[in-house]
């Protein structure tokens, strides 16, 4: 082991060295092919997500962000609706709800970070139209408890899976609970594309059929546009780099799986707080994020050892200059506001070695002695 070589949050480099042969073979084929935007790999790549899912239909999109937007449009959600979700998203979840004209409304969370059920209910009032679990981390939020929620008040379900591709509640996949699944192909993610892109998921052939019409200018065909729409299209490069991704994923979730339980196995309790692992789930850690108190001196500590690591997310959405319009302030969510200061994401990424993940844990623990 060297103790003294960088370890990276993330390492996008290796991990093209990793699949460099692959990729480049598929960039090859699209370009000497010359279809560059829609095409088959696209329409492809839809089916194979959808039977991977289990789900009935898959439009693929530019963006994780582009399907919240558009996945809420088709469902009819707009001007004045109110949609609750958790106050410690990326910032595109509550940005997908305000450029649709609907209002972005917060429920505190449970330990594990993930919005709790209870606190969704008291969010509800007569404007609520849906809720938007974000199945942060990898793990897919409590969703049996959720979806009584939704169907006591007769709610709609967004689910925001751009970080738990592949992940499974109760044997059920992340994006087959909400009527549209919301998931995000960033290079960050697990299964990640070389650029921006995302897609949907749903069972609703009819919103399948807004959002793809949505995606492309609203056209039907090549020159009839029914409704005036948007540029969400992925590249087909995208579409086909993907489809590699999508038949090597199992190994990259399996190594990430077992890093975190290294992390388990090797850090300690008595300082770190992990979120425990529910029977009921298949957590394939988009990130490891530990909760530990003096967060900061931490961070640079392992700086000092050349460790990355990284906060997702320091500030909640409800404190975002963006989000002022709605009238909080800090206290109004107090366990998300105290995990802020508490969250620590350690490198997890697939191209890590065993030897990496004791050394950053050793690190961790030498840090509280």
């Known amino acids: 082991m060297n103790d003294t070589a960088p370890i990276r949050y993330v390492d996008m480099a290796a991990q093209f060295t990793e699949q460099r042969d692959e990729i480049m073979a598929r960039v090859e084929a699209v370009l000497a092919e010359g279809k560059l935007v829609g095409g088959p790999d696209i329409e492809i790549l839809e089916q194979e997500i959808a039977e991977f899912c289990g789900v009935a239909h898959v439009v693929a999109l530019n963006s994780g962000t582009d399907a919240l937007a558009l996945g809420m449009a088709a469902l009819g959600i707009g001007e004045g609706d109110e949609v609750i979700l958790p106050p410690n998203s990326f910032i595109a979840s509550a940005a997908a709800v305000a450029t649709i004209g609907a209002v972005p409304m917060f429920a505190d969370v449970c330990d594990d970070q993930n919005i709790d059920p209870e606190k969704v209910e ?11 679990p974000v199945h942060l981390t990898g793990r897919i939020a409590d969703m049996a408890p959720l979806l009584d929620v939704t169907e006591r008040h007769g709610l709609l379900v967004v689910e925001d ?4 591709f592949g992940s499974r509640y109760e044997g059920r996949l992340a994006g087959s609970f909400g009527d549209v699944g919301c998931f995000s192909a960033h290079p960050l993610k697990n ?11 749903t069972d609703d052939g009819e919103v399948a059929e807004k959002v793809a019409k949505m995606r ?16 969400s299209r992925m590249d087909t490069l995208q579409a086909a780099i993907l489809r590699y991704k999508l038949e090597v994923l199992p190994g990259v979730i399996e190594r990430r799986r077992s890093y975190a339980a290294l992390y388990r196995e090797y850090l300690d309790p008595e300082h770190v ?3 425990p692992e529910r029977d009921v789930e298949f957590n394939t850690y988009h990130t490891f994020v530990i909760q530990v108190d ?7 500590h392992l ?8 906060i997702h997310y320091p500030l909640p959405l409800h404190l975002q200059p963006a989000a002022s319009d709605f009238g909080h302030k800090a206290g109004d969510f107090p366990v998300t506001e105290r995990q802020a200061e508490r969250i620590l994401s350690l490198p997890v990424h697939q191209t890590l070695g065993q030897d990496d993940v004791r050394r950053v844990a050793a690190t961790v623990n030498s840090f509280f002695g």
Do not use: W
């Open 161 to 164: 899976a751009s970080q738990s």
């Open 216 to 231: 492309n200018h609203g056209l039907v065909g090549k020159g009839l546009s029914e409704s005036f729409g948007y540029v």
């Open 191 to 201: 299964f990640n594309a070389v650029g921006d892109s995302g897609f949907l998921t």
């Open 303 to 310: 700086e000092e050892q050349q460790i990355g690591s990284a």
């Open 294 to 300: 003096c967060r900061d001196e931490l961070k640079a």
């Open 122 to 132: 008291a969010a509800v009032t007569p404007r609520t139209k849906a809720i938007m």
């Open 273 to 275: 707080f992990m979120a």
